[in-house]
Antibody, heavy 122, light 110 residues
Framework: EVQLVESGGGLVKPGGSLRLSCAASGFTFSSYSMNWVRQAPGKGLEWVSSISSSTTYIYYADSVKGRITISRDNAKNSLYLQMNSLRAEDTAVYYC???????????????WGQGTTVTVSS | QSVLTQPPSASGTPGQRVTISCSGSSSNIGSNTVNWYQQLPGTAPKLLIHSNNQRPSGVPDRFSGSKSGTSASLAISGLQSEDEADYYCAAWDDSLNGRVFGGGTKLTVL
């Protein structure tokens, strides 16, 4: 079964750091670009970052640029999101999602995890 | 304020046809393909339409997508109660060099 499972969410103080992980199974992880998408409570979807299969292409939303780093370990079938200098507005459910095909993040995200919740509050 | 503009709500009765619009600009919808996602209450989003009008395997043909210029639409025919969900359009934006979503449309089946 194709599956993505996020972990690492939690409560963190403003200015703090957190590292999210996404474990992939059931498909050849190293062949797919991956994404992080977040959803603040009661709000819509917001794309956060994308990384191509071989890490050649990496993109960030302006709202997180300079504070967040996406990475992957193809040997461990895992995707990561290192989040620093966290703010209250980063509070959200964070989903990892597989890009359907290709090296670029515009073909559609066809597999999603269940999400992990990040709460930034003092 | 989302880069792509969707109506916040839509509604219809069972069996009806409903359309949801998504308006963008030349830097996103006007030059890149549009994808649509369905998010049922309390669940992760699901890819509903990719490449403007292509349905992934398993998506009923009641769902269809179209694009014209800088706008796109999602149509749902033969509306069913289980279609009650939030729907989001998305596209790549060449100016922002990032993926953008619409604000989402909450579909209510009356």
């Amino acid at each position: 079964e194709v599956q993505l499972v996020e972990s690492g969410g939690g409560l963190v103080k403003p200015g703090g750091s957190l590292r999210l992980s996404c474990a992939a199974s059931g498909f050849t992880f190293s062949s797919y670009s991956m994404n992080w998408v977040r959803q603040a409570p009661g709000k819509g979807l917001e794309w956060v970052s994308s990384i191509s299969s071989s890490t050649t292409y990496i993109y960030y939303a302006d709202s997180v640029k300079g504070r967040i780093t996406i990475s992957r370990d193809n040997a461990k079938n895992s995707l990561y999101l290192q989040m620093n200098s966290l703010r209250a507005e980063d509070t959200a459910v964070y989903y990892c999602a597989r890009e359907r095909i290709g090296t670029q993040p515009w073909y559609g995200m066809d597999v999603w995890g269940q999400g992990t919740t990040v709460t930034v509050s003092s | 304020q989302s880069v792509l503009t969707q109506p916040p709500s839509a509604s219809g009765t069972p069996g009806q046809r409903v359309t949801i619009s998504c308006s963008g600009s030349s830097s996103n919808i006007g030059s890149n393909t549009v994808n649509w996602y369905q998010q049922l209450p309390g669940t992760a989003p699901k890819l509903l339409i990719h490449s403007n009008n292509q349905r992934p395997s398993g998506v009923p043909d009641r769902f269809s997508g179209s694009k014209s210029g800088t706008s796109a639409s999602l149509a749902i025919s033969g509306l069913q109660s289980e279609d009650e969900a939030d729907y989001y359009c998305a596209a790549w934006d060449d100016s922002l060099n990032g993926r953008v979503f619409g604000g989402g449309t909450k579909l209510t089946v009356l």
